[in-house]
T-cell receptor, first 114, second 112 residues
Framework: NAGVMQNPRHLVRRRGQEARLRCSPM?????VYWYRQLPEEGLKFMVY????????ESGMPKERFSAEFPKEGPSILRIQQVVRGDSAAYFC????????????FGPGTRLTVT | LAKTTQPISMDSYEGQEVNITCSHN???????ITWYQQFPSQGPRFIIQ???TKVTNEVASLFIPADRKSSTLSLPRVSLSDTAVYYC?????????????FGAGTRLFVKA
């Protein structure tokens, strides 16, 4: 059973470009979470999604950031017009049940904005 | 979610037992306690979860006193590969608050 997959693992973007991060949850998992981690810091919750629904996006910046989890395909975290402060590791996690803290994390996407 | 306090870092030697304590004075009645482990350049990995008393699995044990205002993650006979950051999380298991809140964690260094 493959784990959570994220791609790309590393992404370099120039300021002003768009970044698209993809996350495929574990098989049978319909709950997806995105987190951001700055160097030497803990993970910060961004958004929680179920298929075709955003359940909680209270951790998402109001501008430039969006997330989706379509009926088919991976979950996408999109960052428009990236700035240097967006450089971070972005982790995706999935869970089978709604009511659980047992989340399975992917390897992360390291975004570098130059 | 209840706020948690952990030591910033700990050192240990191979073969020793390591105990990491987490304080959560404002834990609510329905809150559970969960621990994650994160290696450099990897996503966190679920270790253990409990509500009260003691929970044990193949990786660790979790001790929770009766007042539940703290918890202790116990790693038996650590090895170099246990060097990682350990996060304590406290929150309601079945609630709309699915935004797991990670603090800074405890950086464990295991030496030979």
């Amino acid at each position: 059973n493959a784990g959570v997959m994220q791609n790309p693992r590393h992404l370099v973007r120039r300021r002003g470009q768009e970044a698209r991060l993809r996350c495929s949850p574990m098989k049978g998992h319909s709950h997806v979470y995105w987190y951001r981690q700055l160097p030497e810091e803990g993970l910060k919750f961004m958004v929680y999604l179920q298929k075709e629904n955003i359940i909680d996006e209270s951790g998402m910046p109001k501008e430039r950031f969006s997330a989706e989890f379509p009926k088919e395909g991976p979950s996408i975290l999109r960052i428009q017009q990236v700035v240097r402060g967006d450089s971070a590791a972005y982790f995706c996690a999935s869970s089978k049940q709604r009511e659980t803290y047992e989340q399975y994390f992917g390897p992360g996407t390291r975004l570098t904005v130059t | 979610l209840a706020k948690t306090t952990q030591p910033i870092s700990m050192d240990s030697y191979e073969g020793q037992e390591v105990n990491i304590t987490c304080s959560h004075n404002n834990i609510a009645t329905n809150d559970y306690i969960t621990w994650y482990q994160q290696f450099p350049s990897q996503g966190p990995r679920f270790i253990i979860q409990g509500y009260k008393t003691k929970v044990t699995n193949e990786v660790a044990s979790l001790f929770i006193p009766a007042d539940r205002k703290s918890s202790t993650l116990s790693l038996p006979r650590v090895s170099l590969s246990d060097t990682a950051v350990y996060y304590c999380l406290v929150g309601l298991l079945n609630t709309g608050g699915f935004k797991t809140i990670f603090g800074a964690g405890t950086r464990l260094f295991v030496k030979a």
